[in-house]
């Protein structure tokens, strides 16, 4: 039995899993569709093996791709990583697919920018400074708070969730310069 | 309006620019970099910014950015780059 100690948390990962993996017999599919921004580019799935207060043990996680290669120092053995439990561990995924936001992140969805006469849906621009919350997570913010964050700080999630493809938009709290509570 | 600023940022509304010189309309009056303190965030530490909200303030001219909201500009400039409460 290990033990997770200095604010890690230990998760179990298949690398080979860097297209999809099956939880509880749904097959979740990552990062698709990259667009030119490389704001989709894969998170990667992984189970809890030794939490803490936010993650327990057997929660399937979406984490930043960056801890996961062979040599990483974040290796332990086999498919065993230990990974610092900060803001790069997005959400932890329900087993109905949603998401909920941990270690200072938030979900929320784009606002659209406003016009004065109706516009056709793909003329429609949203603002790259500002975000709709709609899972506040461990934070003080509370859905339906309106942040503004710095320039093109939110950060677009895709998973396949079965056959369906979801979206996700996640800022971080240390993004946001100022918000109008709800 | 927004009244709440976050971490270490603050909120400035801008003073308004020069827009005449010598009896000449100028065509495109730079931004200035001086204006009211609006909001200032909950991080912030130096105790004289903590109580400077309705002040004026000057700030580094190349910090922040601009943010509209309900047809008013804020300047959004981070903490340090404060440079003077005059």
Partial sequence: MMLSVN???????????????VIGGIKVLLGQKYQTNFREKSPVVAEVAEGNEQLRKGDFILCHHNHF????????????????????????LSPSGELRPVYGNLLACRVEIETSFPVPAEYRECHHDRGLILDGGWTSFRQGDLVFTRPYSLYEIVYIWGDEERRSWKINSEMICAVVRK | MIEEAVNKWVLVIRDDPETESGGLLLPDPEKTHSGTIQAIGDLVTSEGLKAAKGR???????????????????????????????
Avoid: M
């Fill in chain 1, 7 to 21: 604010d890690r948390v230990i998760v179990r990962v298949d690398l080979a899993q860097k297209d999809g993996i």
């Fill in chain 1, 69 to 92: 290669y062979g040599t990483s120092p974040y290796h332990l053995f086999g498919e065993l990583y230990s990974i610092p439990a900060n803001h790069t561990i997005f959400a932890v």
């Fill in chain 2, 56 to 86: 004026k303030c000057l700030f580094h001219p190349t910090g922040g950015w601009d943010i509209t909201y309900d047809g008013v500009t804020y300047a959004v400039v981070r903490d340090e780059e404060i440079i003077a409460l005059p």
